[in-house]
């Protein structure tokens, strides 16, 4: 994947009484998700080579 720099995922430190977890939980996977972090691992689970990687980038810019 691309070497760009992402922001790291971080938990609120200092969370008030009447924050609720659900709220807590929604927004960690809201940052997940805009960080890309799943993504990257599910890209990492299998080894692609290299010519792959450029057919599939190929193929994913086409517009039909």
Do not use: Q, W
């Not at 972090?37 to 599939?56: D, F, H, I, Q």
């Amino acid at each position: 994947m691309d070497d760009t720099k992402k922001k790291p995922v971080t938990l609120p430190e200092n969370v008030m009484v009447d924050y609720a977890f659900e709220n807590m939980l929604k927004k960690f996977i809201h940052d997940v998700k805009k960080s890309g972090v799943l993504e990257e691992t599910k890209a990492r689970r299998y080894y692609l080579k290299p010519s792959l990687k450029k057919r599939l980038a190929l193929k994913s810019k086409r517009k039909y």
